[in-house]
């Protein structure tokens, strides 16, 4: 199992949010937590430089 601690930094019009979570391959599907153990959302896909 791989965690990740991240905060939210944008927020979208459309129930969509923006992350500063390290994601990793595989990492689609997760859900995603809130501090307080509630999922807030499904992990989709990274953006950015990747760095391979």
């Known amino acids: 199992m791989r965690c990740s601690l991240g905060r939210v930094t ?3 019009g459309d129930d969509s949010f923006v ?3 390290d994601g990793a391959v595989g990492s689609s599907g997760s ?5 307080q ?6 992990f989709s896909r990274v953006a950015g430089w990747f760095g391979w």
């Open 19 to 21: 992350s500063d979570l």
């Open 10 to 12: 944008a927020q979208g």
């Open 31 to 35: 859900p995603v937590f809130d501090a």
């Open 37 to 42: 153990g509630g999922v807030i959302g499904v």
